[in-house]
């Protein structure tokens, strides 16, 4: 089951190294932080940029967190398993298969291809295929649109970067 861990933003890739560090392989699967790919220019040509995908956020793969939380009560940096109540909760089925559908075998979520015409989107190829119903705004200047949805039972939105043809 997929649990999120919350962390100071900027550092996902430092916190979920050091908890996958302490943490036996008996007790966990998998530690990562999906990524999503940003197209920047960089002395006049386009370049591929990692970004965290949900900033502040980082996933965890075990059967049981309370091993996990014990451990990560001793280590320095802040960090915090998301709950419901008095409950640690994994995420949903329905979030879990929609991250697994938008990112890769490395957790990134790549460049979509895009076609505009008359002012209709259309996703032709890529992870936001037959998703355009979640994109809510186009920057055709930077090469992505704001994808909106529902995760976490809270609205989320991060950018994507496409590649119009």
């Not at 909106?148 to 994507?160: I, N, T, V």
Request: proline share 4%.
């Amino acid at each position: 089951m997929w649990y999120v861990i919350w962390t100071e933003t900027g550092k996902e890739d430092d916190a979920a190294k050091e908890l996958a560090e302490h943490l036996s392989p008996e007790i966990y699967r998998g530690c990562w932080v999906p990524k999503r790919v940003e197209r920047q220019k960089r002395h006049g040509a386009l370049v591929n940029v990692e970004k965290a995908l949900f900033p502040g956020y980082f996933f965890l793969d075990c059967d049981d967190p309370l091993p996990v939380i014990t451990i990560m009560h001793r280590l320095e940096r802040f960090r915090l398993l998301l709950k419901s109540g008095d409950c640690y909760q994994p995420i949903s089925r329905e979030d879990e298969q929609l991250i697994r559908r938008l990112t890769d075998r490395n957790g990134k979520l790549n460049v979509s291809l895009i076609r505009v015409n008359e002012g209709q989107l259309r996703v032709v190829d890529g992870p936001l295929k037959n998703l355009e119903q979640y994109i809510t705004k186009l920057n055709l200047h930077k090469r992505k649109v704001l994808v909106e949805m529902e995760l976490f039972d809270q609205k989320h939105s991060f950018w994507a970067a496409v590649e119009i043809i």
